[in-house]
């Protein structure tokens, strides 16, 4: 066994990380196999290796999260494997309307990755005018979400679009729709906060972080309200062992939250039992879909924490999970797309199909 690579992933919310093993060399894709953490923290306690370890390694993989090849297939070969098992939404497109007809799409949308690029600087994080227009076109035929780990404020003023709902802090904090194009600030127009007792512990943990991490040049701490990013994109891949090593001090002192990992960025959250798919069917009851069978949820997302709703989507055996990946990864998806501009033309096919349609009747 050759290349092993420690992936921290997504956590059971109350036991802290689990750790994956990926095996590099053993079939078409890469095997997982799921330890327990307990485990795998003993064995690289006992090869001198501290958890911090298995952090950075995470660190590295982590963007993009990508299934390692096989020695065998070509990155060719693996692409069009992988595209086979997870098509492109916009050849599939038919497929997709297809299975919608008569039935009412609910649209759930990530937003870094997805309806932005990824940028050094995660305030400069901005939607294209052409996205902007294609995503309020969609909501005005289908519900629509913003599903995030950003905070309310820092994505609406991304967006800047008001007959959305937002779930924002990895859908801790949902606001539904308001008409005016007024943002509403503070609670007013909120549906639901899980974690609202954790704000003073994350505030207070967001200070510490950004004391300890001052010295480290590039990192960047956010407050997403419920639940803090570290961005490490522009820090010097040397430096990622302290990093990780001062995140690791802190958090050890708040057993109440957790470390989980996106695209070049640690998440810290509350342990509760919420994500990104328990706030999608959290959306669906609050619009009354709960146990409806005439309803098609298309998330489209392009990080590990979208996984959870597809997982959901998976489970539900309803609607569609959509990957924004130019790259082979493991997901629970079953559509892919390439970048924010082919999520861009996606939206803007679903417009004109409904628009079309709603002519013919
Ligand atoms: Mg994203």
Redesign the pocket.
């Known amino acids: 066994m050759t290349n092993q690579n420690v992936m921290v992933s997504e956590s059971k919310p109350t036991i802290g990380v689990k750790i994956t093993v990926t095996l590099s060399n053993s079939s078409l894709f890469s095997k997982h196999i799921t330890i327990s953490r307990k485990k795998v923290l003993k064995k690289l306690d006992n090869e001198g290796g501290p958890k911090v370890h298995a952090w950075v390694d995470s660190m590295r993989d982590s963007s993009p999260t990508r299934v390692k090849s096989t020695d065998s297939l070509s990155e060719t070969e693996e692409q069009s494997s992988w595209i086979a098992h997870h098509p492109s939404a916009l050849d599939k497109f038919e497929e997709i309307v297809n299975a919608s007809k008569g039935k009412k799409i609910v649209m759930f949308l990530?937003?870094?990755?997805?309806l932005a690029p990824i940028v050094e600087d995660p305030d400069r994080a901005f939607m294209t005018n052409e996205m902007r227009e294609a995503v309020r076109d969609v909501a005005g035929y289908f519900p629509t979400a913003i599903v995030?780990?950003r905070c309310r404020d820092k994505v609406f003023s991304f967006v800047k679009l008001a007959g959305l709902y937002y779930a924002a802090s990895h859908g801790m904090d949902i606001e539904g729709p308001s008409k005016s194009r007024k943002y509403k600030k503070g609670n007013q127009g909120v549906l639901f906060q899980p974690a609202s007792e954790f704000l003073p512990m994350i505030d207070e943990v967001y200070k510490t972080l950004l004391e300890k991490t001052k010295s480290i040049p590039g990192a960047k701490v956010e407050n997403n309200k419920f639940c803090l990013s570290v961005h490490f994109r522009c820090v010097d891949e040397k430096s990622w062992g302290t990093l990780a090593e001062e995140v690791r001090l802190v958090l050890n002192e708040y057993p109440k939250l957790k470390l989980t990992q996106?695209?070049k960025v640690l998440e810290i959250r509350p342990t509760i039992k919420w994500d990104k798919g328990r706030a999608l069917e959290f959306l669906l009851e609050a619009l009354g879909y709960a146990n409806s069978k005439d309803v098609v949820p298309v998330y489209i997302?392009?990080?590990r924490?979208?996984e959870d709703a597809f997982k959901v989507l998976r489970n539900r055996e309803q609607g569609f999970g959509i990957l924004v990946s130019k790259v082979p990864k493991d997901t629970n998806a079953s559509y892919s797309l390439q970048e924010p501009s082919e999520v861009n033309e996606f939206l803007r096919r679903l417009v004109d199909w409904k628009r079309s349609s709603l002519r013919q009747q």
């Open positions: 990530d937003y870094d990755g997805t995030t780990g996106g695209r997302g392009d990080d924490t979208d």
